[in-house]
């Protein structure tokens, strides 16, 4: 995989220069121009993690004319503030975890196990609305996991885990930004990771975007609903 040059001018303090998409929309049609080489791909899907990836996954999904869905990957929070990840899982339990963080902050096994159960529940309530059919086979398929950035990595990492259990083909992590470590962490996870942009530092995924506008449930269910 080869990775563009990080960007190291890029700080907080200058916002001008971290704008690189307009929105969602725009970022998914400059990561389908990317991956135009698998238009000819047979029966591939396209999984975007929602919320936001969805957005970005419906125009990939689009322009190489391939069936599109729904992943649903939740942050598992410390016990300490919940805003702190340390980890995540999908519906079906593939699962990433900070392992040094929880060691580091004293975290009880069984807390995250429990956290872990809740989520798990949450995330299948969560794909069992959203979705209007059900869950596709990947089995053999060419797979590309999408979402509209990257800091940690860790959603994508239990996304990867997820449809990796169900046999597929061939998975592909694409998004239009990440930070650097999230892409090598995914490299041992994925067949094939794609980005457009690295920057050096990354400070959060929305500071890429001039508009990072939070993505309802009715949006991404009739994004499924157009695709289909």
Do not use: W
């Not at 999908?90 to 392992?99: K, L, Q, V, Y």
């Not at 009880?108 to 209007?132: C, I, N, S, W």
């Amino acid at each position: 995989m080869k990775l563009p040059k990080p960007q190291p001018e890029l700080t907080q303090d200058s916002p001008s220069l971290l704008r690189i998409f307009r929105d969602r929309h725009d970022a998914g049609a400059q990561l389908a121009e990317r991956l135009r080489s698998y238009a000819e791909v047979r029966n591939a899907l396209v999984l975007g993690l929602a919320r936001g990836g969805v957005v970005v996954a419906a125009e990939v999904a689009k322009a190489l004319q391939v069936a599109l869905d729904v992943i649903v990957a939740r942050k598992v929070g410390a016990p300490s503030s919940r805003e702190l990840a340390i980890g995540a899982v999908t519906a079906d339990g593939g699962r990433c975890f900070n392992e040094v963080l929880i060691r580091d902050l004293s975290i009880p096994r069984a807390y995250v196990e429990r956290v872990t159960g809740r989520e798990m529940m949450a995330a299948r309530r969560q794909e069992d609305e959203l979705r209007t059919l059900a869950r596709p086979n990947v089995t053999g398929r060419t797979v590309f996991l999408i979402d509209d950035g990257l800091a940690t990595g860790a959603t994508m990492v239990a996304a990867a885990r997820s449809v990796q259990a169900r046999y597929p083909g061939r998975i592909v992590v694409a998004v239009p930004v990440a930070a650097q470590r999230a892409c090598e962490d995914l490299q041992s996870e994925a067949d094939e990771v794609i980005c457009l942009f690295t920057p050096d530092p990354f400070p959060a995924v929305g500071l890429f975007y001039q508009d990072f506008a939070q993505v309802e449930d009715d949006e991404v269910k009739a994004l499924l609903r157009q695709a289909r």
